[in-house]
């Protein structure tokens, strides 16, 4: 086992045992140990198996999962390294004798019944959680289950207004009907299946079920999503006016409509970063909550938005379950639609997209390598494929179309911006993306956004705030109204001076530099951070086969960030890799949302 570097951040230096190996090895963290040692600290816990064992339950969430399954982590425990660790040389206890020790310590509550404890773990069967996030989970499921009620509705009238908005029979459709008859509905579907348009019209249905529009939110996680949920309800909204299928009087609601981020509807409470002004006791005073991007969702943020809708209110959550899910615990979305619900329903036609995109992300997200690989090779138009190992330093030279796509597009917005032409350097800013699997290392985001500086030379002007410099918000900022994922850039506004500009409600809006904080440059970005937005041109740089983020989440989630074109280098081992391994995500909501 490798020794302890007194200087390395992530180790703790005053553990012993086996917390020590587990930790230099990189299962745990600093963090995690430190937790641990100090909960069995206050307990009087000193059975280091149970403090290994709290240690793994305090890590789970940091990796997204829910609890950890003593009964299988020896087998599915990872380490976040690009070269391939064995962990079978650890001192993983026996899972039963394990097990036993856990029940037995004060530090657990075993079993389901909900009753006040002050116990700061729980142990259901092998899974053991984090007192804070089983809560959460079965809160979720049992404020689901109420929603999910039918309503009475006027049937004559859906059907009037389904039959208009609807050119013909299909799952579009289906889900308006659900989303009107019931409380809780789940419109599911990969990019350009309609899942966007079909909002527009179920607002348009249940505007028509009365004389009055309700009280709609539109929400989602980030507020570049917001802003294309709102921009797509408005199109549509024209659309079926100019087509003779909606009235005036709901076209007009349906364009009043705005929409938020997730954090903005449920009213951000300072000085605390999971509770909002809008819980159980204020609910929030909509009648319809549609929430767009929820595989970007956690657990807990899901929490907090299920118990502030109020009695009687609809609640329709959109999204893709095939994408990546939120850094934060959980994987709700998918938990939701593999119970297939009365209320969840799946849009499967594509309605839109370049010829090779519509091919390729179906065969990645169906876990066809071979489909894959064939529709990467037919030759598509709207794909090029560069098959090379982005980590070696002879693979630039094969990596021309995304050196000059990346140049092209941050002189035009260099340009735009010197100008003073804020909307123009905003809408260029969307034209190309490099999209990384890691934020560091040969094949990641620093790496790549230094590379790109030093192919604009010149074109980059002195100091941190040039003009033309492409932003990224990394934290949430309430008092600006700026969010963690955020793009922006800066621009010219006057003969030497600058401003930082982002959109807010379609419109660009100007902020001193000196009021950021949490800012990054970002002409290469996380495939985690580029969900809720597209690109014309995205150029996906995968990392090795061996990587441990790479799965078939993030391959499909980089692939459908591309609207016109994808660049995609990566071998081909790579890429089957990525294909075969779907992310596992360790939750009991599922399970939960099924039981009564």
């Known amino acids: 086992m490798s020794a302890l570097d007194d200087f390395e951040v992530r180790?703790?230096?005053?553990?012993?045992?086996?917390?020590?190996?587990?930790?230099?090895?990189?299962?745990?963290t600093a963090a995690d140990v430190h937790v641990a040692e100090r909960l069995a600290a206050l307990a009087g816990e000193e059975d280091e198996?149970?403090?290994?064992?709290?240690?793994?339950?305090?890590?789970?969430?940091?990796?997204?999962?829910?609890?950890?399954?003593?009964?299988?982590?020896?087998?599915?425990?990872?380490?976040?390294?690009?070269?391939?660790?064995?962990?079978?040389?650890?001192?993983?206890?026996?899972?039963?004798?394990?097990?036993?020790?856990?029940?037995?310590?004060?530090?657990?509550?075993?079993?389901?019944?909900?009753?006040?404890?002050?116990?700061?773990?729980?142990?259901?069967?092998?899974?053991?959680y984090l007192d804070r996030y089983w809560r959460e989970e079965g809160q979720v499921a049992t404020d689901l289950r109420a929603l999910g009620q039918a309503e009475s509705v006027n049937t004559l009238q859906l059907d009037e207004s389904l039959d208009r908005l609807f050119e013909r029979p299909g799952a579009q459709r289906d889900a308006a009907r659900i989303a009107v008859e019931r409380r809780f509905a789940v419109v599911a579907g990969g990019p350009g299946t309609g899942k966007t348009t079909t909002v527009a019209r179920i607002v348009a249905a249940l505007a028509e079920q009365g004389s009055?529009?309700?009280?709609?939110?539109?929400?989602?996680?980030?507020?570049?999503?917001?802003?294309?949920?709102?921009?797509?309800?408005?199109?549509?909204?024209?659309?079926?006016?100019?087509?003779?299928?909606?009235?005036?009087?709901?076209?007009?609601?349906?364009?009043?409509?705005?929409?938020?981020?997730?954090?903005?509807?449920?009213?951000?409470?300072?000085?605390?970063?999971?509770?909002?002004?809008?819980?159980?006791g204020n609910r929030l005073p909509h009648d319809v909550v549609i929430v767009d991007e929820t595989s970007m969702v956690s657990?807990?943020?899901?929490?907090?938005?299920?118990?502030?809708?109020?009695?009687?209110?609809?609640?329709?959550?959109?999204?893709?379950?095939?994408?990546?899910t939120s850094i934060e615990a959980g994987a709700v979305l998918g938990d939701i639609v593999n119970v297939r619900g009365p209320g969840v329903i799946e849009l499967d036609v594509v309605h839109r997209g370049q010829e090779g995109i519509k091919t390729?992300?179906?065969?990645?997200?169906?876990?066809?390598?071979?489909?894959?690989?064939?529709?990467?090779?037919?030759?598509?138009?709207?794909?090029?494929?560069?098959?090379?190992?982005?980590?070696?330093?002879?693979?630039?030279?094969?990596?021309?179309?995304?050196?000059?796509?990346?140049?092209?597009?941050?002189?035009e917005v260099?340009?735009?911006?010197?100008?003073?032409?804020?909307?123009?350097?905003?809408?260029?800013?969307g034209t190309f993306r490099v999209l990384c699997a890691h934020r560091r290392g040969p094949h990641g985001v620093s790496v790549w956004t230094a590379r790109i500086e030093r192919w604009l030379g010149n074109a980059i002007g002195r100091g941190r705030w040039?003009?033309?410099?492409?932003?990224?918000?990394?934290?949430?900022?309430?008092?600006?109204?700026?969010?963690?994922?955020?793009?922006?850039?800066?621009v010219t506004t006057a003969p030497g001076k600058v401003a930082?500009?982002?959109?807010?409600?379609?419109?660009?809006?100007?902020?001193?530099?000196?009021?950021?904080?949490?800012?990054?440059?970002?002409?290469?970005?996380?495939?985690?951070?580029?969900?809720?937005?597209?690109?014309?041109?995205?150029?996906?740089?995968?990392?090795?086969?061996?990587?441990?983020?790479?799965?078939?989440?993030?391959?499909?989630?980089?692939?459908?960030r591309a609207n016109r074109h994808l660049i995609l280098a990566g071998t081909e081992e790579t890429i089957r890799a990525a294909v075969a391994r779907p992310v596992a995500r360790a939750s009991g909501l599922g399970r939960r949302m099924g039981a009564h």
């Open 360 to 411: 390729l992300a179906p065969a990645i997200r169906n876990g066809d390598a071979d489909a894959a690989i064939d529709a990467l090779r037919h030759g598509y138009a709207d794909i090029t494929w560069i098959p090379v190992d982005v980590g070696e330093p002879e693979s630039l030279a094969q990596l021309a179309p995304i050196r000059d796509g990346a140049v092209a597009a941050a002189t």
């Open 500 to 560: 930082a500009v982002f959109e807010r409600r379609g419109e660009p809006v100007h902020f001193a530099p000196s009021r950021l904080n949490a800012i990054e440059t970002v002409y290469a970005m996380t495939v985690h951070k580029s969900q809720g937005s597209q690109f014309a041109t995205a150029a996906v740089l995968l990392p090795a086969a061996t990587s441990p983020i790479l799965t078939r989440e993030l391959l499909y989630t980089a692939v459908t």
């Open 466 to 490: 040039y003009p033309g410099r492409p932003l990224l918000v990394t934290k949430n900022d309430y008092g600006l109204d700026l969010y963690n994922g955020d793009a922006g850039v800066v």
């Open 212 to 280: 009055e529009l309700p009280l709609v939110a539109l929400a989602a996680p980030t507020g570049k999503a917001a802003t294309r949920l709102k921009e797509a309800v408005h199109a549509e909204a024209l659309r079926l006016r100019a087509e003779g299928r909606l009235g005036d009087r709901v076209r007009d609601e349906l364009l009043a409509l705005n929409a938020s981020t997730l954090h903005r509807l449920l009213g951000w409470r300072p000085g605390s970063h999971s509770r909002f002004r809008h819980d159980r």
């Open 414 to 429: 260099i340009e735009a911006a010197k100008a003073g032409q804020d909307a123009a350097a905003m809408a260029a800013l």
């Open 11 to 28: 180790h703790a230096l005053r553990s012993r045992g086996v917390l020590r190996e587990f930790n230099a090895i990189g299962v745990l």
């Open 299 to 324: 657990l807990t943020q899901m929490a907090r938005l299920v118990e502030a809708v109020r009695p009687g209110a609809r609640l329709v959550l959109v999204g893709d379950p095939g994408q990546l």
């Open 49 to 128: 198996l149970i403090v290994l064992a709290a240690a793994l339950a305090v890590r789970a969430p940091r990796l997204g999962h829910v609890y950890v399954d003593l009964a299988t982590i020896r087998e599915t425990a990872t380490v976040d390294s690009d070269e391939p660790v064995d962990l079978s040389e650890l001192p993983w206890p026996q899972p039963e004798a394990w097990l036993d020790r856990v029940r037995e310590s004060v530090l657990v509550h075993v079993g389901e019944r909900d009753a006040p404890d002050p116990r700061p773990l729980r142990l259901v069967d092998s899974a053991l």
